[in-house]
């Protein structure tokens, strides 16, 4: 099914990404050759087969990940904010949410 | 060049220091710097300081890689030292924290000299998709060395470290490997953590190792391997002692070949070194039988449904908010999230987010991701049936030896289909390491790919060491340390 480029704006929104036009032109075809290519798919026969969701070979679904509940140190707020790129008191301040 | 056990045991026995040989990993990484590109920062302070306390410890026995100079992929966080992966968008990031897999390294006495040049995000088979220039190919500068872990295999490639860490998403260890002439290891999906490794395919991703000896890969791998309480995937699976079969004669193991992967779209050369190796393992007392992975052929389409589809959730934490770059004169925050992507990321990484938002999106689901996932299911049932009649299964790693630059970034496809001997792995979480097997008539480097069932390391480097111990790779690249 071919990716317009007006498919590839809607899809950028979804994505956070401000993409300039040259860059619709580029990707368009490009994506749209991409998706035609897996499409391939839909001639398997894939009745009742189980999704291999999670990628976790069986002992790694057997494996049991729960921890007790206590507190266990965390990182703290200076070495949260320490690479902020606009720190303030506690917080990550960041342009107004609501335009 | 030696083993890293061998320059373990003399740092122990005091013949040599720790400083001696991150010296020389230090100096040879800044002098091939130009050249290659394969190092993104240098530490040589932080560097010479743990060598420093690794040579002032008075008990170094209990130190399995005392002194052992590494490079780290720029993906794989390191306290104190950037990590970039390979991007604009990260900014001047320094972690906060060690992986858990640096952790180990560090703890077994290893001396970190600096983080490679990767792909962007770990996306891409050439080293042309990092914001800070492509890594060139020590055998040929004007070819790729691979992707996305680039830097890594060229350094080791190149003699600056005899081992590196890198990353291994739909074969981006063992692809650059075997176009560098290196070993490289992807362990089974859980062997090793992840924490501390940024994500791209979480169901996919997992460390792996480069290095130029099946010994030294092994010492690695014994070190970072087993359970980690801060990753949730990581299996409570014994680590075994992976050296001590490594010796063993590989009489009687079953090699499984399957006819299928070697037919068109494999470069003659490639499927020459190939058949030559297959033979290898006869002399060598294996037995060859034809195995079939009727999937295999779909594997590059599911790939690029679930990498991608993940990686659209996993990027999308990179926003301005809380680290990294964050794009000027926004005037609100939905604005401020779009310009920092769009300026911080660069087009593959963009094209592959965009990918699996699409996969994702309402209506899309059922057809793509969850119809992808189900055809993993058939391929890690393609793969269970073979390992009924084979010890591993043997594909070349790549369909051709190195390309020129520039040869594929038109042409997106055309790139991910370098991967497909490699991205099988991946989908079914089995182990596979490359082993080079020979030179194109251009002197470049090709690479057999062997894969075993889950948990079967030990005797995939057993059969690599006893490959590279038949048939060592009896040259070197022009750059050379």
């Known amino acids: 099914m071919p990716i317009t480029e ?44 189980e999704p291999a969701l999670g990628g976790l070979t069986p002992e790694g679904e057997q494996t049991v990940s729960w921890r007790r509940d206590e507190v266990q140190p965390s990182l703290g707020q200076k070495l949260a904010l320490e690479q902020a790129p606009d720190p303030a008191a506690g917080h990550f301040r960041v342009p107004k949410v609501l335009s | 060049m030696e083993s890293i056990t061998n320059l373990r045991d003399g740092i122990v026995r005091g013949e040599t220091t720790a ?46 890689l005392a002194g052992v100079p590494f490079a780290i992929k720029d993906n794989i966080c390191v306290r104190g030292m950037q990590t970039s992966c390979g991007s604009r968008i990260l900014g ?24 490679t040049n990767c792909d962007e995000f770990a996306m891409g088979s050439s080293n042309e998709n990092s914001a800070f220039g492509s890594v060139k190919n020590p055998w040929d500068i004007s070819r790729v060395p691979g992707g996305s872990s680039g830097g890594s295999a060229a350094a080791v490639a190149a003699g600056i470290v005899p081992v590196a860490l890198g990353s291994d998403t739909g074969g981006s260890v063992r692809q650059p490997a075997a176009l560098c002439g290196v070993i490289g290891l992807k362990p089974t999906y859980g062997r ?183 055809v993993r299911t058939l391929l890690r049932q393609d793969f269970t049936r073979a390992f009924e009649k084979c010890d591993a299964v043997l594909t070349p790693t790549t369909p051709t030896p190195a390309f020129f630059f520039g040869e594929k970034v038109d042409d997106p496809l055309a790139m991910y289909l370098n991967d497909i001997y490699t991205v099988t792995a991946n989908l079914a979480g089995v182990p596979g390491i490359s082993v080079p097997c020979g030179l194109s008539a251009d002197g470049l480097p090709i690479g057999l790919q062997l894969l075993g069932p889950y948990w079967s390391e030990a005797r995939l480097l057993r059969l690599a060491h006893a490959y590279q111990t038949a048939r060592p790779l009896n040259a070197r690249p022009r750059v050379f340390a």
């Open chain 2, 19 to 64: 400083r001696a040989a991150t010296e020389s990993a230090l100096n040879a990484a800044e002098k091939l710097n130009d050249s290659l590109n394969a190092f993104l920062e240098i530490d040589r302070a932080g560097a010479l300081n743990r060598a420093a306390q690794v040579d002032a410890q008075s008990e170094k026995a209990g130190l399995p």
């Open chain 2, 92 to 115: 001047p990031y320094h972690p906060p924290y060690n992986a858990t897999a640096i952790d180990r390294l560090i703890a077994a006495g290893s001396v970190i000299i600096g983080k």
């Open chain 1, 6 to 49: 007006a498919d590839i704006e809607k899809i950028a929104q979804l994505a956070h990404l401000e993409i300039t036009d040259d860059e619709r032109r580029l990707f368009a075809p490009q994506i749209s050759e991409i998706v035609t290519y897996v499409e391939q798919l839909n001639a398997i026969d894939t009745t009742a087969v």
């Open chain 2, 192 to 374: 090793v953590s992840r924490y501390g490794l940024v994500a791209f395919g979480s169901s996919l991703d997992q460390i792996g190792v480069l290095a130029r000896e099946v010994s030294d890969a092994a010492a690695v791998l014994q070190v970072i391997a087993g359970r980690d309480s801060s990753d949730a995937t990581t299996a409570d699976v014994p680590v075994p002692d992976y050296s001590a079969e490594l010796n063993e004669d590989v009489k009687g193991l079953r090699i499984g070949v399957s006819r299928a992967l070697l037919g068109e779209g494999v470069h003659p050369e490639v499927r020459a070194a190939i058949e030559k190796s297959i033979e290898a393992y006869r002399d060598l007392g294996a037995e060859i039988v034809d195995v079939d992975l009727p999937h295999a052929k779909y594997a590059i389409a599911v790939y690029y449904i679930i990498a991608t589809a993940e990686a659209s959730s996993n990027l999308a934490r990179f926003d301005g908010v809380r680290y990294g770059f964050r794009a000027k004169d926004a005037p609100a925050l939905k604005e401020m999230y779009r310009k920092t992507r769009d300026e911080g990321f660069g087009p593959e990484v963009k094209r592959r987010i965009m990918l699996g938002t699409y996969v994702l999106s309402h209506g899309y689901y059922d057809a793509y991701y969850l119809k992808a996932q189900q």
